[in-house]
């Protein structure tokens, strides 16, 4: 499944593979997030053709509730009923756990929630996310787990992580002894979880490792901690964590601190944020981020940058990208999140190369603080 090429010699930044049978993943990479079966204004064929995507995400919570797994099943799975023959992931609602505090809650046998739609109840356990996602079809299925707050206490965040031990080992042996709906492989990721604890991370990380998972994931980071107390969680991980195996860092993050966590060892990222800001008026570029609502951009009559390959910075003017926000144009909307999810992809296609060329070290560093730099 997983085949690591190498590993750069002055950070932990690692380039490899990870194979299934809807196609082959390099790492490091970025996953769009395609909540409903849809990242938010951008087809398919744009994102094989323009942004390079090699994997996309669905949330199984949301994909449970709305279409429902009868619809996703009759259609032949969530590959079939989306029109994507590649790869996707699946999360296991976990995360929505922790975000929809107010109407959940947690039980030995898993955890008790009202929809966010109509109030009407449901139950996950780690079992039944095991079959939603056989349903579902994904490539690679996350574990249900329990994500804490930040801040916990110690106390807290150890008998998260002893529920979350438990409900792994309860799901790991549900997918064991379970077969794929379709005709095609599943694997399943582990979340190490553990709170901001350096002493309960190692021992998740032991724990979910010896669960002999096919890929491990972190979660429990970035909910609102400090961003260097997150990479130094990061950092401690990853020194835990087989080498053999991929490591997806769940939930990050801005272009900068994809590239701090790389150099930690970490292989696999999601987020929503390239899209939800870019919805916002956020553009990410190569030296820095814009926000195309400032006054600034109401008469700049140039593209952002010829260079880069989209059609928001190298074909259209400035002025009227502002235009098209300030007037709430679905236009814009469409050609911001297609930009930025492109930027990502060639990110990490620019780490990639980096790190196979023995360059990371001294580049990425340089890079990341121009990242955050405001234009």
């Known amino acids: 499944m997983f085949e ?3 590993t750069a010699t ?3 930044a690692r380039l490899g593979t990870l194979t299934t049978d809807h196609g082959t993943i390099e790492t490091p990479i970025f996953m769009p997030v395609g909540t409903l079966g849809t990242v938010k204004a951008v087809k398919q064929d744009e994102l094989i053709r323009k942004v390079k995507a090699q994997i996309i995400l669905g949330n199984t919570y949301h994909l449970y509730l709305r279409p429902g797994c009868e619809i996703i ?8 009923f989306i029109s994507w023959d590649h790869p996707i992931l699946t999360d296991s609602g976990g995360y929505q756990i922790f975000s929809l505090s107010d109407n959940r809650e947690l039980k030995e046998e898993g955890a008790h929630f009202k929809s966010h739609l109509d109030g009407s109840k449901h139950l996950f356990t780690p079992e039944n996310v095991v079959e939603i996602q056989r349903i579902l079809g994904s490539d690679i299925m996350m574990i249900l787990d329990e994500c804490p707050p930040y801040p916990s206490s110690h106390d807290y965040a150890k008998e998260s992580m002893e529920l979350t031990h438990r409900w792994e080992k309860r799901g790991r042996d549900a997918f064991l002894n379970s077969i794929p709906h379709y005709n ?5 990721f582990g979340i190490v979880q553990g709170g901001t604890y350096p002493d309960l991370r190692k021992e998740s990380a032991k724990y979910i490792t010896d669960l002999d998972f096919e890929g491990i994931a972190i979660g429990g980071l970035s909910v609102g901690e400090p961003i260097e107390l997150m990479y130094e969680m990061t950092d401690l991980n990853t020194d835990y964590l087989p080498k ?3 490591r997806y860092l769940m939930g990050v993050g801005k272009p900068a601190n994809l590239l701090h966590c790389i150099a930690r060892g970490i292989d696999m990222f999601d987020c929503v944020l390239p899209t939800r800001n870019a919805r916002n ?4 570029t190569p030296d820095g981020y814009v926000n195309i609502r400032n006054a600034k951009w109401k008469n700049h009559n140039r593209p952002l940058d010829p260079d880069f390959p989209t059609d928001l910075c190298s074909r259209y003017k400035m002025s009227y990208i502002h235009h098209l926000f300030r007037n709430n144009e679905l236009l814009g909307l469409a050609l911001a999140s297609l930009h930025n999810l492109t930027f990502y992809l060639w990110l990490m296609e620019e780490a990639r190369n980096r790190i196979a060329d023995d360059t990371f070290h ?3 560093k340089q890079k990341a603080e121009l990242l955050d730099t405001k234009i």
């Open 244 to 246: 053999e195996k991929p």
């Open 4 to 6: 690591l090429h190498k």
């Open 73 to 80: 099943e009759n259609a032949g799975g969530l590959h079939s």
């Open 362 to 364: 001294s580049w990425y």
């Open 10 to 12: 002055t950070t932990k």
């Open 281 to 284: 008026g956020q553009i990410f």
């Open 184 to 188: 095609h492989q599943q694997f399943q």
